[in-house]
């Protein structure tokens, strides 16, 4: 299964995508690197960063969509880096976000800056809205986060003690 770069992983093959930021501070390579994930399939992005965290890339995105005539969809969704959502009601929404956008024929890429913390939080809460046990979805997390090529210097995923946490505890209300 292809991906847009090393940094990023298959939760869903051709569903859902995890990874890092997916563009840059320098204009040709954020258009570069957008392009390598429509090149891949992806139409809808989930971004966990908070605004002023990175540069804004959803102009460009919808611009490049506009001119391959791909309907690209882009949703922001924040979450504090290296922290968990405050509010559970935030991560239900983030988690009905992804599946309504699977739901209706999407490829969903989910991330945040680095795609290791608040992104592995969301996916393995996901995993979880799938179906499996806290700890199940973080044993899958860990055999899906070997594909990153930062998993050599990052060995986990997600980051933080209380991340972990949040995943083993999440339940849907």
């Known amino acids: 299964m292809r991906r847009p770069h090393e940094n990023t992983y298959w939760v869903e093959p051709n569903r859902l995508l995890a990874g890092e930021y997916p563009s840059s501070h320098r204009r040709e390579l954020a258009t570069t690197r957008l392009q390598s994930y429509l090149d891949c399939g992806i139409t809808d992005f989930i971004d966990l960063t908070t605004p002023g965290e990175l540069d804004p890339y959803q102009k460009l995105l919808e611009k490049l969509g506009r001119e391959q005539r791909i309907e690209i969809g882009y949703q922001r969704l924040s979450i504090v880096d290296k922290d968990v959502p405050d509010d ?17 024929g999407g490829t969903v890429y989910v991330h945040c800056w680095g795609g290791i913390g608040r992104t592995g939080t969301v996916i393995g809460c996901y995993l979880v809205r799938q179906g499996l046990t806290g700890d199940s979805a973080l ?21 933080t003690p209380a991340q972990f946490d949040y995943v083993r505890g999440w339940r849907e209300r």
């Open 139 to 159: 044993s899958q997390l860990a055999r899906l986060w070997p594909q990153m090529e930062k998993s050599a210097w990052y060995l986990t995923t997600p980051e």
């Open 88 to 104: 559970p009601a935030l991560m239900g929404q983030i988690l009905d976000e992804i599946d309504h956008r699977i739901d209706r």
